[in-house]
């Protein structure tokens, strides 16, 4: 079992970077399984952004690849995703994953001047 | 990169009858083939994983099957609260797709 919390920012600006931390509690991430995010914009789809495992393999959506940092906070039990760049394209509710069982609840990031 | 493929986009169904949601992938995942239902304002909830076994609280009237390129969720004897978007997702290769969902809705 776990339990996932997604927090940042509502409202990023044109060009800056958005990042999110996903807290976790109930299941440690450094005991195994991949710690995941996913988008969807407004009225949209899902689309899978990146997934890192607590040994360090990470893998990303290729759209998204040269923009997405994620990274493991094992002393914190949380991760964090970093999307750099970002433009309205970007504004979507951000869900952070354990594997494909648990997710958050969802965040909304707008991207707005 | 392997594309996940929903057909149809929206399904309309009256209560009580079965609903058949197809996904097709355009190369083999074997059986890592998850199931998801999304109601609005809500995050995902997984159905089904390993392409036929439900997740934990799941009830009996959702089957998944399927094996390869070709996979089907089937709702028996659709209900109220059934009403929603489902979507598939691959977890056999890197990344990890969705398909774009099929929205069943009351006809």
């Known amino acids: 079992q776990a339990q996932l919390q997604e927090s940042g920012p509502g409202l990023v600006e044109p060009s800056e970077t958005l990042s999110l931390t996903c807290a976790v509690t109930?299941?440690?991430?450094?005991?195994?399984?991949?710690w995941g995010w996913i988008r969807q914009p407004p009225g949209k789809g899902l689309e899978w952004i990146g997934a890192m495992h607590h040994s360090g393999s990470t893998y990303y959506n290729p759209s998204l690849k040269s923009r997405v940092t994620l990274s493991l906070d094992t002393s914190k039990n949380q991760f964090s995703l970093k999307l750099s760049s970002v433009t309205a394209a970007d504004t979507a509710i951000y869900y952070c994953?354990?594997?494909?069982?648990?997710w958050g609840q969802g965040t909304l990031v707008t991207v707005s001047s | 990169e392997t594309v996940m493929t929903q057909s149809p986009a929206t399904l309309s169904v009256s209560p009580g009858e079965r609903a058949t949601l197809s996904c097709r992938a355009s190369q083999s995942v074997s059986r890592s083939v998850a199931w998801y239902q999304q109601k609005p304002d809500q995050a995902p909830r997984l159905l089904i994983y390993g392409a036929s076994t439900r997740a934990t609280g799941i009830p009996a009237r959702f089957s998944g099957s399927g094996s390869g390129t070709e996979f089907t969720l089937t709702i028996s004897s659709l209900q109220s609260e059934d009403f929603a978007v489902y979507y598939c997702?691959?977890?056999?290769?890197?990344?990890?797709?969705f398909g774009q969902g099929t929205k069943v809705e009351i006809k």
């Open positions: 997702q691959q977890y056999n290769n890197w990344p990890r797709m």
């Open positions: 109930g299941y440690s991430i450094s005991d195994g399984d991949y």
């Open positions: 994953a354990r594997g494909i069982e648990y």
